[in-house]
């Protein structure tokens, strides 16, 4: 039998990324096997024995491995037993020229993936090899989407025009190739989670998983288990976060809150990149790029004695500092404006219009729930059909025009300065650049048109 000369695209994207580990006592079968898979996964390896098998899983992580059923000395399914009490993570294809309703059983009480029967063809056993691969990544995705479902995760897009931000994103596209770890730090709700999963669509990573996990909202008494995944009844391996992130980016928030234990065992995974879930006898590699993030001073943590001195350092090669929106204040009104738009659509209510008297409260205010806050106004005020009496306005000028209007453009940056310089008018004009008549005149005119400052 040869292989038929087929692209890797004629079995689908799933088969590109492959690592496959045939297991077969007949040279010929491995051979076969070998230069079918070969043009069409990233690796493939051959093992004549259960034993050679083993050994090549206690050096490396397969996803799929093709076993003969009939070998010397022992069976592939009581061997397949063996591997996954000990922390086998992968799917398995058996195959075998001995079909009977008893092997057929116990394949599936093994949670054997699929069943070929000897002989074959190639493009029998490269369909066999794309379903369960497919199936492979359908149910992990399915599980981290409802994992994203269950926590309530957003996931928005990094927006804003402002100085800080293009410095931030110009920053994100800088590391994106790198698989270095990288902590974001900043104020709570500055969009620190938004900032990685940039990084990540950024990155050659951008079709694998990016797994986020906020250390603070898992028990101290699930979160080994959650992150490393664990053997279930002694049998069959549950993976963990770190597994279903396997070949992505697993994001991890206020990690400040990290227990003490879970710091030292993700200090070996970042050196070795490799885990022993809970109850495994075999440690597992791992292909991962690690992000961070915390609101907290980690080096004043370190120093007492509350976070461990060598995870921070391990952790703190590049930062990213994520600006309170208080110092991006050109970009609250793109926020505001999306922020309503997409919860009037997603909510199937009103749409609210933007007047330029609430335009500028938005702009004036503080914010020090950061975009966070400002998002949640948003869809506070549009499920109440309002924002509430301390936005509220009465203008006439509204949407686009609200926003883009020079005159209100100028005034809002004008107020907006005043505010930072705690109304010190002649400090304001030094910052704008302008003279002190230039910023009396504005706020005389605006006196006048009733758009006095409140």
């Known amino acids: 039998m040869t292989p038929r000369d087929l692209s890797r695209d004629d079995y689908g994207p799933a088969l590109a990324g492959a690592s496959i580990l045939v297991i077969d006592d007949e040279p010929g079968m491995r051979n076969f096997l070998v230069k079918t898979l ?69 394949a599936l009480r093994a949670g054997v993936s699929d069943f070929v029967l000897k002989p074959f063809r190639a493009n029998q056993i490269l369909g066999a090899v794309a379903r369960t691969l497919d199936r492979k990544n359908l149910r992990r995705d399915n599980t981290l989407l409802r994992r994203e479902l269950r926590t309530g995760l957003f996931q928005g897009k990094l927006l804003g025009k402002s100085e800080v931000m293009v410095a931030v994103r110009a920053m994100l596209a ?68 770190l597994l279903l992130a396997d070949g992505g980016t697993l994001f991890l928030d206020e990690v400040a809150q990290m227990p003490e234990a879970l710091q030292a065992a993700l200090l070996r995974v970042l050196e070795d990149q490799r885990i022993r879930p809970v109850g495994a006898e075999r440690e597992l590699p791992l292909n991962l790029r690690f992000l961070f993030a915390t609101n907290a001073d980690l080096q004043a943590l370190v120093a007492q004695g509350k976070f461990r001195a060598d995870l921070f350092h391990r952790i703190n090669v590049l930062t990213v500092e994520m600006p309170p929106l208080r110092d991006r204040s050109d970009d609250i009104l793109e926020l505001a404006a999306l922020f309503t738009t997409q919860f009037s659509q997603s909510l199937g209510m009103p749409a609210l219009e933007l007047d330029e008297q609430t335009l500028l409260k938005l702009r004036r205010y503080d914010w020090p729930g950061n975009v966070r806050e400002l998002r949640n106004l948003a869809e506070r005020s549009v499920i109440l059909g309002g924002f509430p009496e301390e936005f509220a306005g009465a203008g006439s000028v509204t949407g686009t025009q609200a926003i883009e209007d020079l005159d209100l453009v100028v005034q809002r940056h004008i107020l907006h300065m005043l505010d930072l310089c705690d109304g010190n008018r002649a400090e304001a004009a030094r910052r704008l650049g302008v003279s002190r008549k230039t910023v009396d005149r504005k706020i005389a005119q605006w006196d006048q048109d009733e758009l006095s400052p409140p």
């Not at 086998?88 to 116990?106: K, M, N, P, R, S």
């Not at 698989?179 to 104020?187: D, E, M």
């Open 38 to 106: 070969s043009p069409r996964v990233q690796r493939v390896e051959q093992a004549a024995s259960p034993l050679e098998a083993t050994e090549k899983l206690d050096a490396a992580h397969f996803d799929l491995v093709i076993l003969d059923n009939v070998m010397p000395k022992t069976t592939g399914l009581e061997w397949l037993a063996e591997q996954q009490r000990r922390g086998f993570f992968g799917d398995t294809i058996l195959i075998t020229a001995y079909a009977d309703l008893e092997t057929a059983i116990a």
């Open 174 to 241: 800088k590391l994106a190739p790198l698989p270095t770890p990288v902590l974001f730090t900043g104020a709570s709700g500055t969009g620190k989670e938004l900032a990685a999963r940039h990084l990540h669509q950024l990155s050659d990573r951008a079709d694998k998983p990016f797994v986020a996990v906020n250390c603070a909202a898992i028990s101290t008494e699930r979160m080994v288990q959650e992150l490393f995944g664990s053997i279930e009844g002694g049998e069959r391996l549950t993976p963990g976060l």
